[in-house]
C-alpha cells in the first residue's frame, strides 16, 4: 500500500521519493503492527505539512489578486492587518530577560541558611554605608584590591620586627618606615626555592621556620649580637644610674 498526493498544482510538484510512504514490506516478527501503524501515520502527517502550507498561501494569495481585480480594497487591507498582527516572539530574548532578572532576585542558594528575609527595597543610607564597608575591605583598585588581613599576634610580632629590621643588622641601611603604626592593609607570601638550588642554598625542614621571630631565635649570629649590645645597654644605664645617684648625694650633702 503506498499513498500519493497530488497538489493541484503544476510547479513544484513534490517527487515519489517525498511523498511515498512505502508499506509493501511486512513488519518483523517480534514487532507490534499497531506502532508500525502509527508510524506509517506520523510520516504521511509530515508529508502534509509543508503542502498544506504551500496550497494555503497560494489561495491567499489567489484570493487577494482576484479581490483587487474587482475592487474590493476593504478585503485586501483586511488579509493585510491580519498578516500584521502576527507576533513572532523570540524565545531567546525572553529566556535572556529571565536571566537577567533571576540575577536580581534575593532567592540564592544560601537563601535558606537566613534567619530573616532580606528586605527588598534598601534605603540610600544604608546602601552607602554597605558600599563604605565592602570599600573598607581592600586599598582600592590602583593597589590591585589589597586586603585588609587580620591581624594575629604572630603577624603583629612579625610586622613589629620589620618596623625596627635598621637595629637586626649594624651593617645594613634600611630607609625610615613610611608609617609610624602597624598597617592595615597588606598581605604576607611565601618564597618558593628554586628547582635549581635544591642541594646547594635550601633551606631543610628543620630549618624552615614558620615566623620571623622563629628564624631571629634560631639565628645564632643574631643571639650573639643581641646578647652583646643587650650587655652594653645595661652597662650604660648602671654607670648612668651611679652618675645619678652620686648627683643626688651631693645635692643633699650641700643642703645640709
Same mark, same amino acid.
Given at each position: 500500500?503506498? %499513498? %500519493?498526493?497530488?497538489?493541484?498544482?503544476?510547479?513544484?510538484?513534490?517527487?515519489?521519493?517525498?511523498?511515498?510512504?512505502?508499506?509493501?514490506?511486512?513488519?518483523?516478527?517480534? $514487532?507490534?503492527?499497531?506502532?508500525?501503524?502509527?508510524?506509517?501515520?506520523?510520516?504521511? +502527517?509530515?508529508? /502534509?505539512?509543508?503542502?498544506?502550507?504551500?496550497?494555503? *498561501?497560494?489561495?491567499?494569495?489567489?484570493?487577494?489578486?482576484?479581490?483587487?481585480?474587482?475592487?474590493? *480594497?476593504?478585503?485586501?487591507?483586511?488579509?493585510? +492587518?491580519?498578516?500584521?498582527?502576527?507576533?513572532?516572539?523570540?524565545? *531567546?530574548?525572553?529566556?535572556?530577560?529571565?536571566?537577567?532578572?533571576?540575577?536580581?532576585?534575593?532567592?540564592?542558594?544560601?537563601?535558606?541558611?537566613?534567619?530573616?528575609?532580606?528586605?527588598?527595597?534598601?534605603?540610600?543610607?544604608? /546602601?552607602?554605608?554597605?558600599?563604605?564597608?565592602? @570599600?573598607?575591605?581592600?586599598?582600592?583598585?590602583?593597589?590591585?584590591? /589589597?586586603?585588609?588581613?587580620?591581624?594575629?599576634?604572630?603577624?603583629?610580632?612579625? =610586622?613589629?620586627? =620589620?618596623?625596627?629590621?635598621?637595629?637586626?643588622?649594624?651593617?645594613? %641601611?634600611?630607609?625610615?618606615?613610611?608609617?609610624?603604626?602597624?598597617?592595615?592593609?597588606?598581605?604576607?607570601?611565601?618564597?618558593?626555592?628554586?628547582?635549581? $638550588? %635544591?642541594?646547594?642554598?635550601?633551606?631543610?625542614?628543620?630549618? +624552615?621556620?614558620?615566623? =620571623?621571630?622563629?628564624?631571629?631565635?634560631?639565628?645564632?649570629?643574631?643571639?650573639?649580637?643581641?646578647?652583646?649590645?643587650?650587655?652594653?645597654?645595661?652597662?650604660?644605664?648602671?654607670?648612668?644610674?651611679?652618675?645619678?645617684?652620686?648627683?643626688?648625694? @651631693?645635692?643633699?650633702? +650641700? *643642703?645640709?
Amino acid at each position: 500500500m503506498s %499513498f %500519493f498526493i497530488d497538489s493541484g498544482d503544476g510547479e513544484n510538484i513534490p517527487t515519489n521519493s517525498d511523498l511515498i510512504i512505502n508499506t509493501t514490506c511486512p513488519p518483523p516478527e517480534n $514487532e507490534d503492527p499497531n506502532t508500525t501503524i502509527k508510524e506509517m501515520l506520523s510520516q504521511y +502527517k509530515t508529508c /502534509l505539512t509543508p503542502l498544506n502550507s504551500k496550497l494555503k *498561501s497560494k489561495h491567499n494569495s489567489m484570493f487577494d489578486t482576484f479581490a483587487m481585480e474587482m475592487g474590493w *480594497s476593504d478585503h485586501v487591507s483586511r488579509s493585510r +492587518k491580519k498578516e500584521k498582527e502576527v507576533i513572532d516572539i523570540d524565545t *531567546s530574548q525572553t529566556r535572556r530577560n529571565v536571566n537577567d532578572l533571576l540575577n536580581k532576585s534575593v532567592l540564592t542558594p544560601e537563601f535558606e541558611t537566613l534567619t530573616q528575609v532580606p528586605p527588598y527595597e534598601v534605603a540610600e543610607t544604608r /546602601l552607602r554605608l554597605q558600599r563604605q564597608r565592602e @570599600r573598607a575591605k581592600t586599598k582600592g583598585a590602583k593597589w590591585y584590591g /589589597l586586603p585588609a588581613t587580620e591581624l594575629t599576634k604572630e603577624v603583629k610580632d612579625d =610586622l613589629q620586627i =620589620l618596623q625596627m629590621r635598621s637595629v637586626l643588622d649594624p651593617k645594613r %641601611f634600611y630607609k625610615k618606615n613610611d608609617l609610624s603604626v602597624l598597617p592595615k592593609y597588606f598581605q604576607i607570601g611565601k618564597v618558593m626555592d628554586s628547582p635549581l $638550588e %635544591f642541594y646547594n642554598n635550601r633551606l631543610t625542614k628543620k630549618e +624552615k621556620k614558620e615566623t =620571623l621571630v622563629d628564624e631571629l631565635l634560631a639565628d645564632a649570629e643574631f643571639n650573639r649580637y643581641n646578647k652583646r649590645k643587650y650587655k652594653e645597654i645595661i652597662e650604660e644605664k648602671q654607670g648612668k644610674a651611679w652618675k645619678q645617684a652620686k648627683k643626688r648625694r @651631693r645635692n643633699k650633702n +650641700k *643642703s645640709k
